[in-house]
């Protein structure tokens, strides 16, 4: 019952974590001109992208690494503020940047470095947080008050870790189900079977691994466009394991 509170607490959060979280508001403009002239302006030294104006209206954007042509606005380089940053991660890595609208209006500017932010790094987190929990949950349905699914773990130093965990704290006269004692990859092995016939079970298990990583250490998650499109996939790998697993979930629950 707490898991399943616990569950629909992290997808709370996803729905609550948006776009406009992390990005850069208000949004720095210059007037049209001349584009050696604008890129060479000390305030502009640390932008890749300048935005520019045509009056009141923002007519395209200046772009440091192909300074010769103006990129024209289109659908490509807006997203809505209001948009899921989960849905976000997924897309941004198509483009480096987009032009954020709020309302009506272009207010603020994301970029691969908005990766980098508190929000991403609790929607990692969460993404992480919730695949546990329901594998928790899954397995607890499974197996009841049993620890037969230790024997699916197939690795001794991953048990006898376990046995350590309890141990220390029957002698603080603490106790937890066993299942909240194993790691997430531990647990992940007692779904081989149902995962192992849909995907590479072994590179997803080093995929969800260092999604863990990247969580716990922040500031390596995006150096470049392959930091970028690795972390995106390690996202999408999570979410098509919470997947499954949640479905698993429902299937067992179906039969019982």
Same mark, same amino acid.
């Given at each position: 019952?707490?898991?399943?509170?616990?569950?629909?607490?992290?997808?709370?959060?996803? /729905?609550?974590?948006?776009?406009?979280?992390?990005?850069?508001?208000?949004?720095?403009?210059?007037?049209?001109?001349?584009?050696?002239?604008?890129?060479?302006?000390?305030?502009?030294?640390? %932008?890749?992208?300048?935005?520019?104006?045509?009056?009141?209206?923002?007519?395209?954007?200046? /772009?440091?690494?192909?300074?010769?042509?103006?990129?024209?606005?289109?659908?490509?380089?807006?997203?809505?503020?209001?948009?899921?940053?989960?849905?976000?991660?997924?897309?941004?890595?198509?483009?480096?940047? @987009?032009?954020?609208?709020?309302?009506?209006?272009?207010?603020?500017?994301? &970029?691969?470095?908005?990766?980098?932010?508190?929000?991403?790094?609790?929607?990692? %987190?969460? +993404?992480?947080? /919730?695949?546990?929990?329901?594998?928790?949950?899954?397995?607890?349905?499974?197996?009841?008050?049993?620890?037969?699914?230790?024997?699916?773990?197939?690795?001794?130093?991953?048990?006898?870790?376990?046995?350590? @965990?309890?141990?220390?704290?029957?002698?603080?006269?603490?106790?937890?189900?066993?299942?909240?004692?194993?790691?997430?990859?531990?647990?992940?092995?007692? %779904?081989?079977?149902?995962?192992?016939?849909?995907?590479?079970?072994?590179?997803?298990?080093?995929?969800?691994?260092?999604?863990?990583?990247?969580?716990?250490?922040?500031?390596?998650?995006? @150096?470049?466009?392959?930091? +970028?499109?690795? %972390?995106?996939?390690?996202?999408? #790998?999570? /979410?098509?394991? +919470? @997947?499954?697993?949640?479905?698993?979930?429902?299937? &067992? #629950?179906?039969?019982?």
């Amino acid at each position: 019952m707490v898991e399943g509170i616990m569950i629909k607490s992290t997808a709370g959060l996803d /729905e609550g974590l948006r776009v406009r979280h992390i990005a850069a508001f208000p949004l720095t403009t210059y007037p049209d001109g001349d584009p050696d002239t604008i890129l060479a302006k000390p305030e502009f030294q640390d %932008f890749d992208q300048i935005p520019v104006k045509d009056g009141a209206r923002i007519v395209g954007v200046l /772009e440091r690494s192909n300074p010769t042509q103006l990129r024209r606005l289109d659908d490509s380089l807006l997203v809505s503020a209001d948009d899921l940053l989960s849905h976000f991660i997924h897309t941004v890595h198509k483009q480096p940047y @987009r032009l954020v609208v709020d309302k009506t209006a272009i207010a603020g500017i994301v &970029t691969w470095s908005d990766l980098l932010k508190l929000p991403v790094i609790v929607f990692a %987190f969460s +993404l992480v947080a /919730e695949l546990e929990l329901a594998m928790n949950q899954r397995i607890k349905q499974r197996y009841g008050d049993t620890e037969k699914w230790l024997e699916l773990v197939d690795d001794k130093k991953a048990v006898h870790k376990i046995a350590v @965990r309890r141990q220390k704290l029957a002698s603080q006269n603490l106790v937890l189900p066993v299942v909240e004692l194993a790691d997430l990859i531990d647990k992940a092995k007692v %779904f081989r079977q149902i995962l192992g016939t849909r995907r590479d079970f072994d590179a997803d298990l080093e995929s969800i691994r260092d999604l863990r990583n990247d969580v716990a250490h922040v500031k390596d998650i995006v @150096r470049s466009e392959a930091d +970028l499109k690795r %972390f995106v996939s390690r996202v999408d #790998t999570a /979410e098509v394991w +919470l @997947r499954i697993v949640k479905n698993s979930v429902l299937e &067992t #629950t179906a039969t019982v």
